[in-house]
């Protein structure tokens, strides 16, 4: 094969590749149009329809056994129930999902959805092409949403009511994770002994110990200047460093002084000891 035959080999392939590539926007993009307009004209098309509905038509209608399941769930949702605990119920009292056993996430699907209050929206996503054949999926801003009317399963009341419960369990949750993190945290000491200070800081801290139970780590930087820049002292870094690592949860000093005399710098480790969720106590 001469080199201009495989030249035009060569384009003729890149050229099939890229009309069929633009064959497969275009009908991405007149599917993605039709979809559009049927639901605009009130059809529910959905790649899979939700536990309590069937589709009839383009219409979603309530199926009448699975609805009676769905409005359990909310009422044992509302009783302060788990998930887990509801799909043990479920399936111990024989019904199933789908032909399939209740799990909690079957449960935790239904609860956060608010088809089962009748609101079901479409454009929520915007499907974008790039040069490179990849497409892109962008969200739209909630003003270009658009809503589809279905039937209700359960009332607005039920569902908020379940929403809070749900809300409230999982700050509670955060708050025992963040409670369980910081008590795993250490209680370190941190002390700077002036220029030619024989000042023995072991006294303070047993002093904190008792009041503490425990000290887990001392932070020394011996014959430090007042003035001189904490975040430069060596023993201060160490400390800075296992603060960045989430290590220490409480910083105990003698008094501010022993952090710095300069207001400024002072100001900047108290900052820093703050952002860090560090708690400082002093004990003179």
Known sequence: MSKRDSL???NNENLYQYLLEEERK???ARIALGLKRAREQGQVIISRVPFGYRSSYGKLQIDVQEAKVVEKVFQYLAEEKSYKSVSNMLN????SY???????????LIAKSPIYIGELYFNKTTTRYLDDGKSQIIKNPQSEWKKISVPSIVTPELFN???RILSMKTDKKIKLEENKMTSNKKIVFYH???FG????????????KSRLNNIDKFYIDDSCSGISDPFKRGSFQKMKKDIEAGMIGK?????????SRKNEDLAKVLDFLRTNGVEVVICN
Request: net charge positive; charged share 25%; no cysteine.
């Open 8 to 10: 035009e080999q060569g």
């Open 92 to 95: 111990s009292h024989g019904y």
């Open 26 to 28: 275009h009908k991405a």
């Open 197 to 208: 200070s024989k000042e023995d800081y072991q006294p303070s801290a047993q002093i904190l």
């Open 98 to 108: 789908k032909n399939r056993p209740w799990t909690p996430s079957n449960i935790r």
């Open 251 to 259: 910083v105990v000093i003698k008094d501010y002084n022993r952090i």
């Open 192 to 194: 700077r002994t002036n």
């Open 161 to 163: 009511r379940v929403q």
